[in-house]
């Protein structure tokens, strides 16, 4: 994840993304284009971790991870589109799951039922063995140590949503200017002081002002899957 940056420096300029946000390149006050690039690659990874997600598209990505031991198999990324499933075995040997033997579940509501992938009901990304294939079958349940599965396919966001681009400039922006965002009593270059509460435990630990964190809600993920649907 890291090196990714949600907004650039010009983003930053002259209202150019949002009206009220205005960081000047030279002068008073002035940040130059390569800190601010840095500090939205810094930012962004903040998001990452509150949310618990990635909001650039990893094509082809491959996760490796062990079985659950159930029919269902949780993801820790979101899912676009599934390639393969492969079962590794303690001694390397690789072994394909036919496509006819699982389905793909994916939090992302603009899924269709097509390439064996589907709208999720918990939002909780995950491959589920189909039961009614598998039943009384040894293989009905995702093997647990020392075999591995490997998922490949393509997971994250396709491209960052403004909420989150909005976020990130909202954190650069108390970062970097004395112009402060709504409900920022100041800002020098190691702190900010809120007027009000930030929003919660984990985004006082991370410093994430209160406007962007309730940007950022209905991105957030936990291992049971999405807070809200996306």
């Known amino acids: 994840m890291g090196g990714t940056s949600y907004i650039t420096a010009a983003n930053m300029r002259d209202g150019a993304l949002y009206p009220y ?19 939205g690659t810094a930012a962004s990874s903040l998001i990452d971790s509150y949310c618990a997600d990635h909001f650039v598209a990893t094509s082809g990505g491959t996760i490796l991870m062990r079985g659950t031991g159930r029919w269902d198999l ?15 075995d303690f001694e390397g040997t690789e072994t394909a799951y036919a ?4 389905r793909a579940y994916s939090s992302f ?3 269709t039922p097509s390439n064996n992938v589907y709208l999720s009901p918990t ?15 040894a293989s009905g349940r995702w093997p647990v140590d020392p075999w591995m599965i490997q998922v490949v396919g393509d997971f994250d966001w396709a491209t ?3 909420e989150v681009v ?20 100041s800002v020098d270059s190691a702190t900010v002081r809120f007027t009000r509460p930030r929003l919660d435990s984990v985004a006082d630990t991370l ?8 940007l950022l809600q209905r991105f957030r993920r936990t291992q049971f899957g999405s807070l809200m649907r996306v």
């Open 21 to 39: 946000i205005d960081v000047p390149a030279t002068g008073p006050g002035g940040v130059a284009d390569g800190r601010v690039t840095a500090m």
């Open 74 to 88: 949780p993801l820790s990324k979101r899912i676009r589109a599934i390639t393969s499933v492969t079962l590794i």
């Open 99 to 102: 496509a006819t033997y699982w």
């Open 109 to 111: 509501d603009n899924v």
């Open 123 to 137: 939002g909780t990304d995950k491959l589920e063995l189909r039961k009614e294939l598998t039943k009384g079958n």
């Open 160 to 162: 960052a949503p403004e």
């Open 166 to 185: 909005h976020a990130c400039a909202l954190i650069v922006w108390s970062w970097c200017t004395s112009d402060v965002p709504p409900g920022v009593e």
């Open 207 to 214: 410093g994430i002002p209160l406007e962007a964190a309730l």
